[in-house]
């Protein structure tokens, strides 16, 4: 049974998403696509130009490297995780049943999702993206 999303949202804004991460085992194919899809969405949200983020950029996470990458290209000044600038990119990619979820936060703010597999096999999303402020 999937928690109610909004559920999830609230309790990760209280904690500060304290875990930062990609705790889902999705396939290195599942993480890029979803980390697309979420610099996609982030942008609506948190303007490039505008919007100075700070990640650790060590981290060899599959979702966050592309993540890092679509952000960049897409204007974002993006920060190592120890800078005192910047507003900190926290993530978490989980599994909830037979579903994904991405949670991306930046300071109180916070994006989440879900992605199933369908039928065919692809990746696609299950639901809106729903936005905590």
Same mark, same amino acid.
């Given at each position: 049974?999937?928690?109610? =999303?909004?559920?999830? &949202? +609230?309790?990760?804004?209280?904690? #500060?998403? %304290?875990?930062?991460?990609?705790? !889902?085992? /999705?396939?290195?194919?599942?993480?890029?696509?979803?980390?697309?899809?979420?610099?996609?969405?982030?942008?609506?949200?948190?303007?490039?130009?505008?919007?100075?983020?700070?990640?650790?950029?060590?981290?060899?996470?599959?979702? =966050?490297?592309?993540? &890092? +990458?679509?952000?960049?290209?897409? #204007?974002? %000044?993006?920060?190592?995780?120890? !800078?005192? /600038?910047?507003?900190?990119?926290?993530?978490?990619?989980?599994?909830?049943?037979?579903?994904?979820?991405?949670?991306?936060?930046?300071?109180?703010?916070?994006?989440?999702?879900?992605?199933?597999?369908?039928?065919?096999?692809? =990746?696609?999303?299950?639901? +809106?993206?729903?936005?905590?402020?």
């Amino acid at each position: 049974m999937i928690r109610p =999303l909004s559920l999830t &949202i +609230a309790l990760c804004t209280l904690a #500060g998403c %304290a875990h930062t991460g990609n705790f !889902s085992k /999705a396939s290195t194919t599942d993480s890029e696509l979803m980390a697309r899809d979420t610099a996609r969405a982030m942008k609506v949200t948190w303007p490039p130009g505008h919007t100075m983020l700070k990640a650790d950029l060590k981290s060899t996470d599959a979702f =966050l490297g592309v993540l &890092i +990458a679509n952000l960049q290209a897409s #204007g974002y %000044a993006i920060e190592p995780s120890t !800078s005192r /600038a910047g507003s900190e990119l926290r993530y978490v990619v989980d599994r909830v049943d037979d579903a994904y979820r991405v949670t991306v936060a930046v300071d109180d703010h916070s994006l989440s999702r879900l992605y199933q597999h369908r039928a065919n096999g692809q =990746l696609s999303p299950a639901s +809106a993206w729903s936005r905590q402020e």
